[in-house]
Each structure stands twice: as C-alpha cells, then as structure tokens.
C-alpha cells in the first residue's frame, strides 16, 4: 500500500493539473481534478474517449454533495446514508458552477464516494477533502477495466500524461460501480443504467422504488453502450451444457481457444486448448476475478475466448452484463467456425 508522501505526492500532481490512477474497490480509475477543464481534456486524450462521455466525480466520505449537485432528492439521501462509502454512483442535476466538461455536457453529474482506503486517503489529501477527482476506469476506450495497477501500467505504458499509478492491490468488488440515474425522478423514476454490486433489490430496500431499466431518453453511458469492456481476442459466450461439445469441434477445426469456465471439464483434454481459467462459482469471487482472467486469457494468443454462460439469476446481472458487452463484437462468429 501506498505510503503518506506517496499520497500527497499524488494529490499534489492532481492540484497541478495532472493525472493520477487510483484503485478502488471496483476497479482502478485515471483521475484528474473535476474543477480542471485542461486535466479532463487530459483524461479523454489518453483514454482515447469520446468527449461527450461524461465522467464519474469521486468524493471524500463526508464531503458537501451539496457543492456538486443542484438538487438532492431524497432517495439520494438515503442512497448516500445506506451505500457510501461503496460502489454506486448517483446521477443528479449538476450545480450550474460545475464546470460542464466533466459531465461530457451534459446538465447533470455522476457521483460517487469510493471504499478503497487509498482511493480514500487520496481525495482527502486532494484540496484538503473538499475537491472531486474525475476517474474514469484506468482503460483505453472500451477495453477491460483493469484490477491491478499492473493492469494499468500495461494500458497506458509509460505515457507521460500519467504522473503517479497508486498501487492498492487487486480490487475487491472487480466490475465498475452500479449506476443510478436519480436526476429525473419526478418524471421517469429511478433508472438504473448500469447494472454492479449493488442491485436493483438493493435499491429498492432502501428508497422503496425498484430502478426501470435504462432507455433510449437515459443520459449517455459509455458503459451502456453494446460493445465494452472487451478483450482483443473475440469472446464467445456458451451455455454450460454444450461447453465440451463446442471446445471438442473447435478443436477438430484447428482452432486455438482460451477458456473461462466455472464447471468441471472432465471430459475435454488440456490440449484441446491454450488457455484455461476455472473461475470461482460464488459471483462474489467470480467479479472479483473476471477482467484479471479475460486479460490473461487474452494474453494467451487464441483466436477465440469461449466463456461458460454464468446462471442467469439476478445476482449475475452484473457479470452477465459485462460478459454480454465483451462479446458483442464476435455475434455470429462461433455459428460460423463450427459451420
Ligand atoms: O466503478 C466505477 O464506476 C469506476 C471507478 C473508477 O470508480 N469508474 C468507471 O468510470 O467505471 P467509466 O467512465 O469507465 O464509466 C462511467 C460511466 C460511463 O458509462 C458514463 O457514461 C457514466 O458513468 N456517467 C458518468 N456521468 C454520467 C452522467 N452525468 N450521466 C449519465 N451517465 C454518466
Ligand atoms: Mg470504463
């Protein structure tokens, strides 16, 4: 864990201007002064992000939600009360002195009061607690959020942009953050945009609403947009009950395959692929896990990452989610192969 003067010297490159990667407890994020319209410029050039993506503002415990956000409804309140420090962020009417670059234009703001104790200790050393640091995940547009700091020193290299990379061990929770839209409640509700830990029957025990899902009207998400988080090999997701029977005809194809399964295989030999990881069956410690494997499973040279389909119930949603956006691009691909 990083030491004080590591800390100070991370919040001082933020207050100049530049940028920071950070872990949380979701994933690691590339953060800059929210305040600092040149230091978010910053963030979308070297994530290559389209600039109308807004960003996610990360606040110390404690901090005036006030200052960011124009109205507070109280499900927000009670939100904040129940969740934060943790992973939800709230999407509420931005305060009009905000500046609009942070939020990609648009009239409202994402936040979000991160657990990590480091991502903690740096927004209370940044601006003495009373700043917000944008982040995005640590990641060039639509790749797989990285857990690890090595993730993010692989991603960006050794890009001058990046002043400090905090190294906060392997994030716990391990896909980004839940988000709810709560900045047009009167009129459409609760929206959740972005399924994560916190689920919408998490929500709703709290505020008493279950979340709609997100629709066309929702603000802009990059994470809702149907192809993220995806590693360079395509990725094919297969129900758990032809898995042997797919790797076996892919095999006899010639092909080079990665796994990610959380069945036994006892029937499929090690040689019918490249690559294999046996992922835990709890989703807890399958999320905690998911993009370190599909990075390391990427790194294996395969022409194709076949996933085993997780249960379809609604503590996977969030995974599913993820794994779902990771192989949009490859529709089609495996119906092709086996043909
Ligand atoms: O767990 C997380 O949320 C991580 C860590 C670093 O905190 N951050 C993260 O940021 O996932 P990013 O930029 O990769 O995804 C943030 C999502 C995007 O889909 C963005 O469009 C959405 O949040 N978002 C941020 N502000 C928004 C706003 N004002 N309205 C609608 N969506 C917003
Ligand atoms: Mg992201």
């Known amino acids: 864990m990083p030491d004080r003067t590591e800390i100070y010297r991370a919040a001082l490159a933020l207050e100049a201007g530049q940028l920071v990667a950070f872990p949380t407890e979701t994933v690691y994020g590339l953060g800059a002064d929210a305040e600092n319209p040149e230091a978010i410029a910053a963030i979308y050039a070297v994530k290559g992000r389209p600039s109308g993506h807004p960003l996610i503002v990360h606040l110390a415990e ?28 709230l999407i509420l009417k931005r305060a009009s002195h905000i500046p609009p670059a942070v939020a990609g234009g648009q009239d409202t703001i994402g936040l979000r009061c991160p657990s990590h104790p480091v991502a903690q200790a740096l927004l209370s050393a940044f601006r ?31 890009d001058s942009r990046l002043a400090v990379v905090l190294d906060g061990g392997q994030s716990d929770v391990g896909i980004e953050s839940t988000i709810l839209d709560l900045s047009r409640i009167q009129t459409h509700g609760p929206v959740l ?18 979340p709609a899902e997100a629709d066309k ?8 947009l149907q192809s993220h988080y995806a590693p360079h090999t395509p990725v094919v997701l297969v129900p758990a009950e ?6 076996k005809r892919l095999k ?7 796994v990610m399964h959380y069945s036994p295989l006892p029937d ?39 996933v085993e389909n997780t249960p379809g119930n609604d503590a996977w949603v969030g995974v599913n989610d993820r794994l779902r956006r990771a192989a949009h691009d490859a529709g089609g691909l495996l119906e092709k192969w086996l043909a």
């Open 62 to 89: 404690g901090a005036d939600v006030t200052y960011w956000a124009e109205a507070i409804p109280d499900e927000a309140q009670k939100l904040i009360h129940a969740f934060w420090p943790g992973p939800l962020t």
């Open 128 to 158: 003495d607690g009373k700043g917000g640091v944008a982040a995005p995940s640590a990641n060039l547009f639509g790749h797989v959020s990285p857990t690890l700091a090595q993730h993010v020193r692989d991603e960006f290299g050794n």
């Open 193 to 210: 945009l972005r399924p994560g830990k916190i689920s919408a029957a998490d929500i709703a025990g709290v505020i008493g609403k279950v």
């Open 217 to 224: 009207a929702a603000p802009r998400a990059s994470g809702t």
């Open 242 to 247: 032809k898995m042997a029977d797919v790797l």
């Open 252 to 258: 006899d194809k010639g092909r080079r395959i990665a």
């Open 268 to 306: 499929v030999p090690e040689t019918s692929f490249s690559a294999r990881r046996l992922m835990p069956s709890s989703v807890e410690a399958y999320s905690h896990n998911l993009y370190a494997s599909l990075r390391a499973l990427d790194e294996a040279g395969a022409d194709m990452i076949v």
